[in-house]
């Protein structure tokens, strides 16, 4: 088992940046791939970005590509999302969530294990 926390979230204005973390807990953290995903109110959840176990891949959505950055430290057993140049069309809830397989990556029901979420609203 591994139970995943985020953190982070929060207002932010159109233009600004947040650092999204998620805390892990159980089984030995490098053994997964961490992805991070969003669910806008309405709307299908999306992909945002994932990471390999050790860090030396990663892959993003078009829509974020250029503006955020996973990266995870195995010794702390943490992911993290750095977000900037954030748009209103970035505002949902960001779940953390982990696999132990690279393949489909971006999707939702390939992974084995989530956070709680977190809200992120940005105003325009």
């Known amino acids: 088992q591994v139970q995943l926390v985020e953190s982070g979230g929060g207002l932010v204005q159109a233009g600004g940046s947040l650092r999204l973390s998620c805390a892990a807990s159980?089984?030995?953290?490098?053994?997964?791939?961490m992805g991070w995903f969003r669910q806008a109110p309405g709307k299908d959840s999306e992909f945002v970005t994932a990471?390999?176990?050790?860090?030396?891949?990663?892959y993003y959505a078009d829509s974020v590509k250029g503006r955020f950055t996973i990266s995870r430290d195995n010794a702390k057993n943490t992911v993290y999302l750095q977000m900037n140049s954030l748009k209103p069309e970035d505002t949902a809830v960001y779940y953390c969530?982990?696999?132990?397989?690279?393949?489909?990556?971006?999707?939702?029901?390939?992974?084995?294990?989530w956070g709680q979420g977190t809200q992120v609203t940005v105003s325009s």
């Open positions: 159980g089984r030995t953290f490098s053994s997964y791939v």
């Open positions: 990471i390999s176990w050790t860090g030396g891949s990663t």
């Open positions: 969530a982990a696999r132990t397989s690279v393949l489909r990556l971006t999707t939702w029901d390939e992974y084995d294990y």
